[in-house]
């Protein structure tokens, strides 16, 4: 066989191989079980700006039922407690089947760049080998099945879930109460049902009968000890049946801390939220302060934006923004990145209807 030959067959298999991660004609129709405006502003901005993709023939979502996968692994890190203008919600869900050979190449990145076990964070992009490593790690998450959701969230806007009154934040403290996952402050709840609900989303959206479920959250003010870890899953349970289609079930849901007890391999999945969320709500901070061309992101950040504008041959990714507009309303769409100088050999694959 020519060289030639060989080529057009190895390009061959690698567009049958990334059309069986693509999931076809996904069902969009999450928010059927109850009127629209039952549901909170954060979901119903999801269904509508994924259909928005869909028609301009933007949306590729995972398969994650692809070669028998069974599992779903969801990975959720947040940003923006300090200063900036937003919130940054970032879930990963990827085929928990596929994460072995992900933590396998990570392995050997870390051995690369004598990472030992440090965590490969947003914060820590000061760091040279963490920085170093950035490239190959996400070249890696990008072979991975599955999809890397991340939602912007203005800090002006006080509520999702009503009318912007402390009223509303005082009713979801009292919910959160009342079905028995103890008290939680105003902003807490507010996040916590953000991340549950926005969590419940996307396994509704990508998950299929009969698969299980696992969630690893950041261990930040919401989830800081195993004890609110088993309220936001309990929280979890109550919300996915909210969404849940007629029939479909998950017959197992259950989670874990980032550090009880300590797993590099989960932690590194982790990562990716952790780092895109990170640098999603800097970089827009920065924009909404001064002209694009002046902006200078954290060191390693760069890396990552242009890693968000392209979907890799597993990992597909979408970035929205809930924002008040100039009269005050709350607007919503999709962030697009785009690379400036794509690299020479940037492989392009056909993705079939």
Known sequence: MTQEAEDFEARARLIRFANQLVLKRPDLNILCKHPKDEYPILTESLEQLLREREAQGKLFLPNLTAFG???????????????????????????????????????RIREKFRLGKK??????????????????????????????????????????????????????????????????????????????????????????????????????????????????????????SIYARPGVTFPLLGGALPFAPRSVEMNDLL????????????YLSKRDRQRKEEIVVKPGAKRVLGFLAQDGIGLKKATFVIRLDPEGAIGRGTIEFSLVNPPADLTTVPIFA
């Open 69 to 107: 996968n069974d599992a779903i692994g969801i990975f959720s890190d947040y940003s923006g407690e300090g200063s900036g203008n937003y919130h940054a919600y970032s879930v990963l869900a990827c085929g928990y089947r596929f994460t072995g050979a992900f933590g396998e190449k990570v392995r």
């Open 119 to 240: 965590e490969i964070a947003f914060k820590d992009f000061r760091m040279g080998q963490v920085r170093a490593s950035l490239p190959e790690y996400l070249d890696a998450a990008d072979a991975m099945p599955g999809f890397l959701c991340t939602v912007v969230v203005d800090k002006r806007i006080a509520t999702l879930f009503g009318p912007q009154d402390r009223e509303t934040s005082l009713k979801l403290v009292h919910l959160l109460e009342e079905i028995g996952l103890g008290k939680w402050k105003a902003a807490q709840a507010e996040k916590l049902l953000r991340v549950a609900h926005m969590v419940a989303f996307l396994i509704v959206l990508l998950a299929a009968d009969g698969q299980k479920i696992f969630w690893m959250s950041d261990n930040d003010e919401i989830c800081p000890d195993a004890e609110h870890h088993q309220a936001m899953l309990a929280l979890l349970e109550r919300i996915l």
């Open 271 to 282: 990562s990716l939220a952790d780092i895109v969320a990170g640098t999603i709500a800097d």
